[in-house]
Structures are given as structure tokens and as C-alpha cells.
């Protein structure tokens, strides 16, 4: 097997766009279907702890890779950018808190020290909000020795904590003593101060981001405060200001992109930022977005269908969590504790019913900024206390509803004929003992398989057939989904088509739909026909099964179950016309339903990467079926012009879809195939590193089941590796750990992955047969499935035996079947190792510091802050532990 050759660095440029006073920024190219490198973005799971440090290589490449094209300058008036990106249903009229707006930040010094400034910023910036009402007022603090550490415990081991300059409160803040600024729970909005250059040059032909590393760098520091305000807050979008010598910028970031103000002088035009925190502190919402709700006032880019539980609602799940069995709620979790109210709707999108679920404790999280921004909560529904799960995440407009594919799933199984229900039977039992049908009174061959018989349920139970073939087996359980952005954009389209002449809003209004990416897509004129697919819409989603994460697996005996489920799970979606194209960490959970019984252990869920391969046939004009589509991949990789990635320019890669070979002149049959190719370009190839099967990696294949089935083995690898006692004759496991998915390009994970699957496995799960016989069954089949390319030409030549189905679960059910599964193997507490460990004379030595901004100051990705000197410490502000009787639900 060749590996791909990785391209070498692009350099980026913008260029203006036609008509377009607009310009963006761009560190670093993006991604094509000519196979540009990926590489992690926001350093999301991380290996190594080296990779979490704030100057780490790893870390800053990320980052690069997560802003790169996506910081776009508004190049018009303030006024017009207020008027679309801070929008305010009470702008401010009448005079400004000042007699003269050059003594506001008089005292500010031009030179010197960055912390000599920040005394003189707050005291301007709380003469700016001194004639708020008490209700409206933010504090503001300094922040620059108070490192504030990642909002959500579990995760923190992952993200080094952060040093923001300034920091401004929630409006009516009653905290006199600033512990508010400890902690992301009670922070809304960050100033970023620097005496470097402003990272945004506007003197350039066209405006753009200027191309160095200290500019990125001031970047990347404003995008993580973002991405820690809309992580812990579940806001919508929010605005960092930043501050350079004696001018300023806003930056309004969402989940797609971020816009750019132009600069402003503070010194004598200080009103931009009096008018920032005016619109930002009038904002009002009605409780729970609902159009019935009470108009409260809220922060504006809060979500408001979210807001805060009081005291005795987090004691009430604190009785639940004890009644239930459930560890209780640890300081962070009573933090974040919020209310969220789900509405559903009509076809029109009127409001006909809502419902309000208690969140309490974070499942899953994708730590992302630029991103889906996946976070699956626990919650108790208000009044029933029934248990829910709830998911928030930021579809890609390109991509299809999850919500959409799990009803397609629903339906084709409610859909099923008696006979399909036998099949499934006869699969999921086909390795068991004793598994062979009864005989029934009737001829199969001769029932239609569309007549239900009348005898079947009596037949099915004396069959003792499973009552889970029946129902959704391996996957979560949808209770109600909802697109809150497409809803609005819908219901403002159909007004457009009505009678209804009322003022519309503007597109800035559409709080759930993001407006920042088609600004960064609009520099390049090729791209135009992709302007809107790049924005992301804010999708909900309510599950009636409830999971833990597969690191929280109570024996190996279960997470090996729970993984077999999950691949049954996997198997009912490809039947049902969707292939999930995302299997990782978070997208499989062990079942810990205690309000249901469930007949599964484990299940597959998050289904936002999921790709319809009926549609793609129908598109193309072939027959629907399981055949047709096996035939249609065999066709369509044959038909590549070159295999591996990255292919040169003057090779096309095609897309998968219509082809208009009868040459239509049709107008509406040109633009839906020109809408479909465009959304299948963004759409070509989707997963998690770490996860994504070899072949995917290293060509232009049609992504199918067998890789999906390759991603389970990674997945079933990195929980063996991370989560077990292993021991090993030659490489330590925790050595192959690294090896295997410590890459950060898709090139070193191909040479990674492959290189493991060639070498014999020296190790074992400690006392654990079954499953160290398992990881080297299922590593053996994906050897054998790797197709061989020409190192020259990259051309094929041997395909593998392709994973399938039933050659992956054979070995799950043999391995399930053994006697030997040791009792109570609990997972293991995971501590990401380091790259180099450190040596006796190192430990608890280590006192560095680091630059910020051209001063000296004390690095913020040490791992112990507290090693300073005292009168040196940054502080690191953690609530006291408060001791916990309870076990945790592993």
C-alpha cells in the first residue's frame, strides 16, 4: 500500500468579489474535492498532552486550520454594520455618557506594559455602561492573572485554560467581590488587548488578515474566548472586541464564520463600543421563544428558548439523580444546570404545544468553533420527570436533516413485512444455538409479503421471537426533532408567496440560521453557486433513549455488546437508505435507560454526516435496491480518473449523482442538478480522523458500508487502548496508542493505520481472552479488506475482501459466546499521556514563561500554574470539592 504524499502548504490570498465591498480574511487554504490535507481543527481529541498547550505546534496548527477563510471584515460604515450583525429592538437614542469622548480613555497609556492598560480600559468601559438601569449594567474585571479553565470538567484535560484581558459580566450581575470572573458559567463577553498590530490590514489592496504569525496568534485567541462563551452558554452567536494601542475592532462570531467591524479609534471615537453594549445589554426575548412567552430582558446572541434553573431545581435533580441510581451533580454540573423549552409545530410552523426539559449533565460535546457543535444532554422533563436526552447541534444548511433520516428509518421499519421481520430474526440469531424457525401453518413462499397473517403474533411469540426485531434495535429512539432555523427561513418563504404584505425581517434576524459564512465564501466568484450550503441552522433533537459514553462501559462484556448492537443498529439504517459515515467516540453510547426497558446494550446515534444512498440512485436514474447500489459504487470507482488523493488539477473528480448526459436545456432540471452537485461537493467525504477508514483517507472511493465497519475497529481500539489494562511484550500499548491515532494529517494516519494493521499484535488485554482475541480477529479482516494501489501511479491493483455485515458480527458473537469475560472490568480512569515523559529532575521544576503580545508572562499551557512563586501565581480559580458519598453510574 502507498501512502499519499502529503501537498504541500498552499499560500492563502483573498481577492475581492465582484460588487462586493466585502473582503475576508484567510490563514490558511480550505478543504476540496481535489483532496486538500486535513488536519485536526481546535485541537479536538487531542492524543497527547503536549498537543493541548497553548504553544504547542499541534495546538496552533489547529486553530489555523479552524479560522483559516472563515474571519471576513465588513468593509462599510459602522452604522451598517450595527445595523446587520447588532441588531437591537431598543436602539439607543439621546446623549452619550460623556461631555467630551476624548476623556473616556484618556488616561489609557499608548505604551508600555499591556496589564498597565487594562485599569484605565475598565474604568472607561464602566463609564460607557454607568447610566444603564441596575437590570442592564455589566461589571467588568480584569483577567489576565485569573486563568479561567475550560467550562466543563470532563473535557478539561483536553483544552488548557485561558488568561482573557478583560471580561464583562451578564447585565445585572449582583457579585461585588469579581468571582463571577473565575469561571466561563458567568462571563458574556471578552476584550482581547494587544500591542501588536492590528491582525486585520485594511491599507492592503483589499483588506485582508495580515499574513504572519503573531496575527494569527491574536486570532486564534480571540476565537477560543468565542468558542468558550458559546460552549458554556449555548449561545447563538457572541462578539469579542478587540483592542490594538488606541483602536478597535468587534468581532461577531457564529458557528460558520466570524465578521469584522471596521477599526475604530477609541481615544476620540469611543461610541462604537457605547453602542456595542447598549444593543448587546437591551436585547429582549420572550421566555422560552415562545410568541405566548413574557418579554424578559436577555444578552443579546443568548438562545432564548434557554435559561438558568434556580437553586431548588437543581436540589430536585440532585433527588432524582439518588432515586434513579445516578451519581450526584458534581459544581460544574450545578452550574451549567438551564432549562430548555421545546416547542413543536404545525406544517406551517405555528406553534401548537411545548414542553420544558431540566438539563443537568453533559454527555457528549464537540469542543469545536466552526463547527456542528454537537452537545448531548441528560434532562428530566418538567411536571412527568421522564428522563430525555437532548441534543443541540448546527446543521450544515448542504446536509440533511437528522431529524429527516431517523423518520426515513422509522418509516421504513414500520413498513416491513412479516417476512423482512423473519429475515432480520434469522440475522441477528444466525451464530446463536438452537436458532431455526418453527414450522408454520402457512406456505412463505406463496404469502404475499405484504399480507400480514393473522396468525403471525401468536406464531412470534411462540417462536420466542425477540420483540426488539420490531422496533428501532441499536439505534436512539427520536421523541421529537426540529430545525429552529429552517423553521423561521420556511415560514418567512411562505409569506413572501402569500397575501401577507407585512414588513419582512431581515436575514440578521434569523437568530437559529448563521449569516457570517456567506461573507468569507463571497471573495472567490468560482465558489458563488455554494453561496448559503456553508451556513449552519440550529437543529434540536429530544431522544427517548438514554446512553452513557462507551468510556463509561461497566464490563468489557458490555461495551463488546454495546458495539455489536450499534453495528445491527447500522445495519437497519444502510437497509432503511442511509449509510451513518461518522462512527467515533460519541456517536455509539451504551444504553442507561431507567424509565424503559431496552433490548439493546448499545446504540448508534448522530446521524448529522448521514448520506441517503437511495436518493443518490434515484438522482442517477437507476433502479432502487441494495444491488443497484452495490453496482452503482463498483461503476462509479472504476470510473475515477485517479484513485488516490490528492489528484492533479487537470484531473476531474466526479460527484455521485445526475449527470445530465440526455444534455437537458430544461432550466429547473439544470438548477436542481446544479443544487444537488453543489451540495454534494461539500458533502464528498465526512468523519473523524481518528476513526476514518484507510481507503476513505487515501482516495476518491464512494464511501460505503465496509468502511463504516473499518471505523467501528478503530473504535474499538481506541476504547481497548484507552479504557483496559493492557500489557505488551515489545511496544507498550500506550506506545501504539500514540502511534496509531497521534497523527495530525490525513497522510500520517493513513501511514499509522496501515503500518498497525501489518504487524502482529505483541500485546493483550490483561486477564481478558475474549476481548484480546477480538481486536486481533477484527484487525486480521481489515488487513485482508485493504486494496493495494501502484506506489507510483496510485493505481489499483488488488481489491480486499470487503468487511461486511455478517463477517464483522460473526466475530462479535463468538467472542460474546466465550465463558471466560472477566466480572466487573469497569472502564479506567484515562490520563492522556505525554509524547516524552518527563524525567525524576523535571517533575514539579518546570517554572517557564511564555510571550504574549511581545511581554514577558507566564505561560498559560503550563500544567500547574500553582509552581510559581506566590507573588507570581496565576490564579486558578476552582470551586472547593464538595465530598461526595455517592458512586459513580460507570
Not at 432564548?304 to 434553573?309: H, I, S
Not at 420527570?385 to 423518520?407: C, G, I, M, P, S
Not at 494529517?745 to 505483541?762: C, G, H, N, R
Request: charged letters at 25%; aromatic letters at 10%; hydrophobic letters at 35%.
Amino acid at each position: 500500500m502507498s501512502p499519499r504524499t502529503s501537498p504541500s502548504p498552499s499560500s492563502c490570498s483573498s481577492s475581492p468579489s465582484t460588487g462586493s465591498p466585502t473582503s475576508s480574511s484567510c490563514v490558511a487554504s480550505g478543504s476540496d474535492m481535489q483532496g486538500t490535507e486535513r488536519t485536526h481543527k481546535s485541537a479536538t481529541n487531542a492524543v497527547f498532552k503536549e498537543h493541548t498547550h497553548q504553544n504547542s505546534e499541534a495546538n496552533k496548527d489547529s486553530w489555523a486550520a479552524e479560522i483559516g477563510g472563515k474571519i471576513s471584515l465588513v468593509n462599510e460604515p459602522l452604522d451598517v454594520f450595527f445595523r446587520d450583525y447588532v441588531p437591537c429592538h431598543s436602539e439607543f437614542v439621546g446623549l452619550r455618557p460623556w461631555t467630551d469622548p476624548a476623556e473616556v480613555f484618556e488616561a489609557v497609556p499608548s505604551s508600555g506594559k499591556e496589564t498597565d492598560k487594562y485599569p484605565h480600559l475598565i474604568k472607561g468601559l464602566r463609564q460607557l455602561v454607568s447610566e444603564f438601569d441596575d437590570v442592564r449594567r455589566p461589571k467588568f474585571a480584569d483577567g489576565s492573572k485569573c486563568a479561567v479553565r475550560f467550562p466543563f470538567k470532563e473535557w478539561e484535560e483536553a483544552h488548557h485554560y485561558t488568561l482573557p484581558d478583560i471580561l464583562m459580566s451578564f447585565p445585572g450581575e449582583d457579585d461585588h467581590n469579581d468571582t463571577w470572573a473565575k469561571t466561563w458559567h458567568r462571563i458574556a463577553m471578552v476584550c482581547e488587548v494587544k500591542n501588536a498590530a492590528d491582525p486585520i490590514n485594511e491599507s492592503a489592496p483589499w483588506p485582508s488578515v495580515r499574513q504572519s504569525g503573531s496575527a494569527t496568534g491574536v486570532l486564534t485567541q480571540l476565537a477560543k474566548n468565542a468558542r468558550n462563551l458559546m460552549l458554556t452558554h449555548g449561545m447563538l452567536f457572541v462578539f469579542v472586541v478587540g483592542i490594538y494601542k488606541e483602536s478597535a475592532r468587534i468581532y461577531r462570531f457564529d458557528r460558520a464564520a466570524c465578521v469584522v467591524s471596521q477599526a475604530f479609534n477609541i481615544k476620540t471615537a469611543p461610541w462604537p463600543l457605547h453602542e456595542l453594549l447598549w444593543r448587546i445589554c437591551h436585547y429582549e426575548a420572550p421566555v422560552g421563544g415562545l410568541p405566548t412567552g413574557t418579554v424578559v430582558p436577555r444578552l443579546l446572541g443568548e438562545d432564548p428558548t434557554l435559561f438558568r434553573a434556580s437553586e431548588q431545581d437543581k436540589d430536585m435533580v440532585e433527588k432524582k439523580c439518588q432515586e434513579t441510581g445516578q451519581r450526584t451533580l458534581s459544581e460544574d454540573e450545578r452550574r451549567a444546570c438551564r432549562w430548555v423549552t421545546v416547542a413543536k409545530h404545525d406544517s406551517k410552523g405555528n406553534v401548537i404545544g411545548s414542553t420544558r426539559v431540566l438539563l443537568y449533565r453533559v454527555r457528549s460535546l464537540n469542543p469545536r468553533l466552526f463547527s456542528r457543535a454537537t452537545v448531548v444532554w441528560e434532562g428530566y422533563e418538567d411536571v412527568t420527570w421522564k428522563r430525555f436526552a437532548v441534543k443541540d447541534a448546527w446543521r450544515q444548511v448542504a446536509r440533511d436533516r437528522e431529524d429527516v433520516f431517523y423518520d426515513r428509518i422509522r418509516e421504513s421499519m414500520e413498513d416491513r413485512s412479516w417476512r423482512d421481520i423473519l429475515n432480520d430474526y434469522e440475522f441477528l440469531h444466525r451464530n446463536t444455538e438452537g436458532n431455526e424457525l418453527p414450522q408454520f401453518s402457512f406456505d412463505l413462499d406463496a404469502e404475499d409479503p405484504n399480507v400480514f397473517p393473522a396468525e403471525l403474533d401468536e406464531l412470534l411469540v411462540e417462536a420466542e421471537l425477540d420483540p426488539a426485531i420490531g422496533e428501532l434495535f441499536g439505534l436512539a429512539r427520536l421523541n421529537y426533532g426540529d430545525d429552529l432555523g429552517e423553521r423561521v427561513t420556511n415560514k418567512v418563504a411562505q409569506r413572501t408567496e402569500g397575501d401577507d404584505h407585512r414588513p419582512l425581517p431581515p436575514h440578521y434576524d434569523f437568530y437559529h440560521r448563521t449569516v457570517s459564512s456567506w461573507r468569507a465564501q463571497a471573495r472567490a466568484p468560482a465558489q458563488a453557486d455554494d453561496l448559503g450550503y456553508n451556513e449552519r441552522s440550529h437543529m434540536r433533537l429530544v431522544f427517548e433513549t438514554v446512553g452513557r459514553p462507551l468510556s463509561q462501559f461497566k464490563s468489557t462484556r458490555e461495551l463488546t455488546q454495546g458495539l455489536r448492537d450499534a453495528i445491527y443498529g447500522h445495519r437497519q439504517a444502510y437497509l432503511a437508505g442511509v449509510i451513518h459515515r461518522d462512527i467515533s467516540e460519541n456517536n455509539v453510547m451504551l444504553s442507561d435507560d431507567s424509565d424503559m426497558m431496552s433490548f439493546f446494550v448499545g446504540f448508534l446515534l448522530d446521524f448529522d454526516y448521514g448520506f441517503n444512498w437511495q436518493e443518490v440512485l434515484k438522482k442517477a436514474g437507476w433502479e432502487v435496491s441494495e444491488a443497484s447500489w452495490k453496482r452503482y459504487v463498483e461503476e462509479y470507482d472504476r470510473s475515477l480518473p485517479h484513485r488516490a488523493r490528492p489528484a492533479p488539477p487537470e484531473r476531474t473528480i466526479p460527484l455521485m449523482g445526475p449527470t445530465n448526459k440526455d444534455q437537458s436545456t430544461d432550466e429547473d432540471t439544470i438548477a436542481i442538478q446544479k443544487a444537488w452537485l453543489a451540495r454534494m461537493k461539500m458533502k464528498e467525504r465526512t468523519g473523524t480522523l481518528h476513526f476514518m477508514a484507510i481507503e476513505i483517507l487515501q482516495t476518491y472511493v464512494a464511501h460505503d458500508i465496509r468502511h463504516d465497519l473499518e471505523s467501528f475497529f478503530w473504535l474499538l481500539l481506541w476504547v481497548v487502548l484507552r479504557y483496559t489494562r493492557t500489557k505488551g511484550r515489545g511496544r507498550p500499548p500506550n506506545v501504539i496508542y500514540g502511534q496509531v491515532f497521534g497523527q495530525q494529517t490525513e497522510a500520517d494516519s493513513v501511514m499509522s493505520k496501515s503500518f498497525f494493521l501489518s504487524q502482529p499484535i505483541d500485546w493483550e488485554v490483561i486477564d481478558n481472552l475474549p476481548l484480546t482475541n477480538l481486536v486481533r480477529k477484527f484487525k486480521g479482516l481489515c488487513f485482508k479488506a485493504l486494496p493495494q494501489y501502484d506506489p507510483v501511479s496510485g493505481d489499483l491493483e488488488r481489491m480486499g475482501v470487503p468487511l461486511t455485515y455478517e463477517s464483522v458480527m460473526a466475530l462479535f458473537d463468538e467472542a460474546l459466546a466465550s465463558p471466560d469475560w472477566p466480572q466487573n472490568d469497569g472502564s479506567l480512569p484515562f490520563k492522556m499521556p505525554s509524547k516524552t515523559g518527563p524525567s525524576a529532575t523535571q517533575v514539579g521544576s518546570q517554572a517557564a514563561t511564555g510571550s504574549r503580545g511581545g511581554e514577558k508572562r507566564e505561560a498559560p499551557d503550563q500544567p500547574d500554574p500553582l509552581s510559581l512563586p506566590a507573588h507570581k501565581r496565576v490564579h486558578v480559580y476552582r470551586p472547593p470539592v464538595i465530598p461526595q458519598t455517592d458512586t459513580d453510574d460507570v
